[in-house]
Structures are given as C-alpha cells and as structure tokens.
C-alpha cells in the first residue's frame, strides 16, 4: 500500500501523512468490556486495515458528515443518547481496507465482549504538511504528549518533561 495509491482514491490535491510520531501508524487494541468511545479525529483521512475482530461486538459505527457546515450539536446530542437515525454500522472482516473522513463525521468502536481482543492497524493523513496534535489531545488519547506537541503548541518542550 503506498500513500500515491491513497491518495488517489481520495482525490486530494492537499494530502499529506500525519505527522504526530504517536498518531502517524498505530495499532489499535480493544479488549473485551471498552470499545473506542464517539469522537471525531483531528486528522482528516484515516486508513484503517482490520486484522483480526472481537468475538462479539466491535463494530465500527459513524454518522457521515455530521459536523460538516457546522458543529450540529442537536444531531451529535442524539448520537451520543443512541436515539441518532444517522448512525451507520460496519462490520470489518480482516484484511478489509477501509478509507475514512473522520475529522467531520462522529465514530466509535461499539463496545465488545469475549476473549479475543480487536485489532485494527490505522494510518492517517491531513491536508496540511507536518500537522501534528495539541498536547491536550495526545494526552487523551495516548496517556502522554511529547516534545514536538509542546514546541508546536508554542510552549518550551522541557518545562514539561518529569
Ligand atoms: O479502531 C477503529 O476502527 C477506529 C479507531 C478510531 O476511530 C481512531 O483511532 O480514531
Ligand atoms: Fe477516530
């Protein structure tokens, strides 16, 4: 898989990969009793290879472009209460390739259940070059923010350091 074949499928003449060093290619794990709860990523295209699903659950479930002109807080109140009828499901089997705009539509893993954990590999891109999170949002989704977060965020990397 090369990023020319990506972004050709997406048609993007701004299209650049991530480059948060704790988002760029991960691995995502989720074992029995979490899922990934409702966010919207801070990249705007996400690549997603499923390899290996949980024994009950874990689908992946969104409502397309629902803070595509504005933020639609009613509409993502109503998914967040599980009463949204814009909620899509899938249902992954390894080795599928998923293309997904998750900076504008609201996703979640469903919560799953049983022994096996649920494994997706996923790599993202944005429309601007050396793009990287705030540290506010790398600590909420991977425990910790590193020197590049705090200097991009204007701040001295050091003074955050233990
Ligand atoms: O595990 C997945 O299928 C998607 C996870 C996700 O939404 C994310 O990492 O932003
Ligand atoms: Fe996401």
């Known amino acids: 898989m090369t990023d020319g074949f990506i972004r050709e499928c997406l048609q993007k003449k701004h299209f650049y990969r991530y480059a948060d ?8 794990v989720t074992n029995e009793g979490s ?3 409702w966010h919207f990523d801070t990249n705007n295209f996400t690549v997603t ?3 290996q ?10 409502a397309s472009n629902i803070r595509k002109h504005s933020e639609n807080f009613d509409e993502v109140t109503k998914v967040l209460d599980g009463t949204s009828d814009l909620v899509t499901s899938l ?8 293309l997904f705009k ?8 469903a919560p799953l259940s049983g022994n096996r954990p649920r494994y997706v590999a996923i790599i993202s891109y944005v ?3 050396n793009m990287v999170a705030t540290p506010e949002r790398a600590i909420q989704l991977y ?5 590049i977060h705090y200097q991009r965020a204007g701040m001295r990397a050091d003074a955050f350091i233990d």
């Open 21 to 28: 060093p704790l988002a760029d290619v991960i691995v995502n």
């Open 35 to 37: 899922g990934f709860p």
């Open 49 to 51: 290879l499923a390899i």
């Open 53 to 62: 699903n949980a024994e009950q659950g874990g689908e992946f479930e969104y």
């Open 91 to 98: 249902n992954l089997e390894p080795g599928d390739l998923q």
């Open 102 to 109: 998750g900076r504008y539509s609201l996703h979640r893993v």
């Open 127 to 129: 429309e601007e070059p």
């Open 143 to 147: 425990g910790k923010a590193l020197p």
